[in-house]
C-alpha cells in the first residue's frame, strides 16, 4: 500500500523538519560531551593527576562502549524504531555524564564514561538512519547538513564556554551541565520524534508521489539482505576500513589538538581552547555548503575530495611548527571536512544498501570507525608521552588520511542515484 499524501498536505511544516529539529538538539548535546572531552582534558588530567595515555583510556572506555553497542543499537532502530531507542539512550547518556563531573579515580572516570557511550549508540546511527529516511534521496545531502551543524555547533560552544566554567565553577560543571540537557531531551524525544513517514502517513520530504514506486528507497524494500549477505559484499568492507582510516587521522588530531596547542607551541589555556571554537564553526560552515554538493557530486566523489584535504592539512600542521596563527588557519581548513566526514560515510548506507538496513548497515560500520579512534587514543597518548611531543602521532594520522583516500577509490559506483526528488 503506497503512503497517503492527504495527511502530509493538510500540515503547513512537513514532520521531517520536526523531525530534523529535534535530532539536531540531540546532535548538539551529544557532540558536546564527545568533542568536548579533548577541550576538558587538559584541566581534568591536571587536577586529578593523570597522565596523557590515562586521559587517552578514559575516552577509549567510552569508545569501547560504542562500538560494542551501536551494532545492537543500529539492529534495534529498524525493527523497533528509532523513537524509542533515541529516548532510552538519551537517559542513559544524561545519567553517565553527570557522574563524569563526580571522578575522582581513574576507574570511576573510565567506567562513568563507558555508560556515557551506552548512551551515545543512540545518539548518531539512529539519528542519522531516521533523518534520512524522512528525507528523499535527493534531498539527503541537504538534511544530513543541517542535522550535521549540531555537533560542530556543540565542539564550538564547548570552546568558547568551557574557559568561563572553569574561572567561575571548576571543569566539573561542565559535565553537570551537559547531563541536564540530555536528560530534557528525553522528553522531547519522546513527544517530538516519530520513526518513519509511513508511520504518519505521508511521503519522505521532497519524494514525489509518481516517483514512489520507481525510487531507490521503495525498490530497496522489495530487496532482501540478511546480515551474512552483507558481510560478503565487499563494497561493506572497503568503505568499512576507509572508515576506520579516517576516524584514526581526525581523533588522532582533534582529541589532542588543544593539549597540543598549551603544552607543545606553549598557547594559554584560552589561546588554545579557542581552537575547538574555531573547529566548531567551520564544521559548521563545512556541513552547510559540502554535505549539499554531495547531492550532485556523488558521495565517492565528495568523500575523495574531503579525505584529500584533511590528509594536506595533517602535513601541514606538522610543518607549521610553533606558528599559531597556521595553526589556526590549518585546523580550520580541516574542520570543514571533519564535519563532513562521519554523515558521508553514514549516507552511503542509504546509497548503497536498501533502505530497510540502513540502521543495520551503519551500525556495522561502527565498529571500524571505533576502532580506529580507539588505537589512535592509545597510540598518540603513548607517542606522547614517551617522546615528549606529538610529531610522530601527527605524522600517523597523515599516512591514515592518505590510505583512506586510497580506499575509498575502489568502492563502486552508488546503487541508488538521487532520482527521486
Given at each position: 500500500?503506497?503512503?497517503?499524501?492527504?495527511?502530509?498536505?493538510?500540515?503547513?511544516?512537513?514532520?521531517a523538519?520536526?523531525?530534523?529539529?529535534?535530532?539536531?538538539?540531540?546532535?548538539?548535546?551529544n557532540?558536546?560531551?564527545?568533542?568536548?572531552?579533548?577541550?576538558?582534558?587538559?584541566?581534568?588530567?591536571?587536577d586529578l593527576?593523570?597522565?596523557?595515555t590515562?586521559?587517552?583510556?578514559?575516552?577509549n572506555?567510552?569508545?569501547?562502549?560504542?562500538?560494542?553497542?551501536?551494532?545492537?543499537?543500529?539492529?534495534?532502530t529498524?525493527?523497533?524504531?528509532?523513537r524509542?531507542?533515541?529516548?532510552?539512550?538519551?537517559?542513559?547518556?544524561?545519567?553517565?555524564v553527570?557522574?563524569?563531573?563526580?571522578?575522582?579515580?581513574?576507574?570511576?572516570a573510565?567506567?562513568?564514561?563507558a555508560?556515557?557511550?551506552?548512551g551515545?549508540?543512540?545518539?548518531?546511527?539512529p539519528?542519522?538512519?531516521?533523518?534520512?529516511?524522512?528525507?528523499?534521496?535527493?534531498?539527503?545531502g541537504?538534511?544530513?547538513?543541517?542535522?550535521?551543524?549540531g555537533?560542530?555547533?556543540?565542539?564550538?560552544?564547548?570552546?568558547?564556554?568551557?574557559?568561563w566554567?572553569?574561572?567561575?565553577?571548576?571543569w566539573?560543571?561542565?559535565?553537570?551541565?551537559l547531563?541536564?540537557?540530555?536528560?530534557?531531551m528525553?522528553?522531547?524525544?519522546?513527544?517530538?520524534?516519530?520513526?518513519?513517514?509511513?508511520?504518519?502517513?505521508?511521503?519522505?520530504?521532497?519524494?514525489r508521489?509518481?516517483?514512489t514506486?520507481?525510487?531507490?528507497?521503495?525498490?530497496?524494500?522489495?530487496?532482501?539482505?540478511?546480515?551474512s549477505?552483507?558481510?560478503?559484499?565487499?563494497?561493506f568492507?572497503?568503505?568499512?576500513?576507509?572508515y576506520?582510516c579516517?576516524?584514526y587521522?581526525l581523533?588522532?588530531?582533534?582529541t589532542?589538538?588543544?593539549d597540543?596547542?598549551?603544552?607543545?607551541?606553549?598557547?594559554?589555556?584560552?589561546?588554545?581552547?579557542?581552537?575547538a571554537?574555531?573547529?566548531?564553526?567551520?564544521?559548521?560552515?563545512?556541513?552547510?555548503t559540502?554535505?549539499?554538493?554531495?547531492?550532485?557530486?556523488?558521495?565517492?566523489?565528495?568523500?575523495?575530495?574531503?579525505?584529500?584535504?584533511?590528509?594536506?592539512?595533517?602535513?601541514?600542521?606538522l610543518?607549521?611548527?610553533?606558528?599559531w596563527?597556521?595553526?589556526?588557519?590549518?585546523?580550520?581548513?580541516?574542520?570543514?571536512?571533519?564535519?563532513?566526514?562521519?554523515?558521508?560515510?553514514?549516507?552511503?548506507?542509504g546509497?548503497?544498501?536498501?533502505?530497510?538496513?540502513?540502521?543495520?548497515?551503519?551500525?556495522?560500520?561502527t565498529?571500524?570507525y571505533?576502532?580506529?579512534?580507539?588505537?589512535?587514543?592509545?597510540?598518540?597518548?603513548?607517542?606522547r608521552?614517551?617522546?615528549?611531543?606529538?610529531?610522530h602521532?601527527?605524522?600517523?594520522?597523515?599516512?591514515?588520511?592518505?590510505?583512506?583516500?586510497i580506499?575509498?577509490?575502489?568502492?563502486?559506483?552508488?546503487?541508488?542515484?538521487?532520482?527521486?526528488?
Open positions: 500500500m503506497l503512503p497517503r499524501l492527504e495527511h502530509s498536505k493538510s500540515k503547513r511544516i512537513h514532520w523538519w520536526i523531525i530534523l529539529a529535534t535530532c539536531f538538539v540531540n546532535l548538539f548535546i557532540y558536546s560531551v564527545r568533542l568536548g572531552y579533548g577541550v576538558v582534558l587538559p584541566e581534568m588530567i591536571r593527576g593523570f597522565s596523557r590515562a586521559g587517552g583510556s578514559i575516552f572506555a567510552y569508545l569501547f562502549s560504542y562500538i560494542i553497542l551501536t551494532p545492537l543499537t543500529g539492529f534495534l529498524d525493527r523497533l524504531g528509532a524509542r531507542v533515541i529516548t532510552a539512550c538519551a537517559f542513559i547518556l544524561g545519567i553517565g553527570i557522574l563524569m563531573g563526580t571522578v575522582r579515580s581513574l576507574w570511576t573510565c567506567v562513568f564514561y555508560v556515557v557511550g551506552m551515545a549508540t543512540g545518539m548518531w546511527t539519528i542519522i538512519t531516521v533523518v534520512q529516511r524522512w528525507f528523499a534521496t535527493s534531498r539527503r541537504l538534511a544530513l547538513g543541517i542535522l550535521s551543524t555537533y560542530g555547533l556543540g565542539f564550538a560552544t564547548m570552546g568558547a564556554a568551557f574557559p566554567i572553569v574561572n567561575n565553577f571548576s566539573r560543571f561542565s559535565w553537570y551541565f547531563g541536564a540537557g540530555a536528560l530534557v528525553v522528553a522531547g524525544n519522546g513527544i517530538f520524534l516519530r520513526s518513519s513517514p509511513e508511520s504518519e502517513g505521508c511521503l519522505p520530504w521532497g519524494q508521489e509518481s516517483a514506486l520507481n525510487s531507490p528507497d521503495w525498490k530497496g524494500h522489495q530487496e532482501s539482505i540478511n546480515l549477505g552483507l558481510f560478503r559484499k565487499q563494497t568492507w572497503i568503505i568499512g576500513l576507509s576506520f579516517i576516524s587521522s581523533y588522532g588530531i582533534t589532542f589538538m588543544v597540543y596547542a598549551k603544552y607543545q607551541i606553549g598557547l594559554p589555556l584560552g589561546k588554545a581552547s579557542f581552537l571554537t574555531i573547529h566548531g564553526i567551520c564544521q559548521v560552515v563545512g556541513v552547510l559540502i554535505l549539499p554538493l554531495s547531492d550532485y557530486l556523488g558521495r565517492k566523489k565528495t568523500i575523495l575530495i574531503s579525505n584529500s584535504f584533511i590528509a594536506v592539512c595533517l602535513i601541514g600542521i610543518l607549521a611548527g610553533n606558528s596563527i597556521l595553526l589556526y588557519v590549518l585546523i580550520g581548513i580541516m574542520a570543514l571536512f571533519y564535519g563532513v566526514t562521519f554523515p558521508m560515510y553514514g549516507a552511503c548506507a546509497d548503497y544498501f536498501p533502505k530497510h538496513i540502513m540502521g543495520t548497515v551503519i551500525g556495522a560500520w565498529p571500524f571505533g576502532a580506529g579512534a580507539i588505537l589512535v587514543h592509545w597510540v598518540s597518548g603513548l607517542l608521552d614517551t617522546t615528549g611531543s606529538y610529531d602521532a601527527f605524522i600517523i594520522n597523515a599516512i591514515m588520511a592518505a590510505v583512506a583516500l580506499l575509498i577509490y575502489f568502492v563502486k559506483g552508488a546503487k541508488c542515484s538521487p532520482e527521486d526528488g
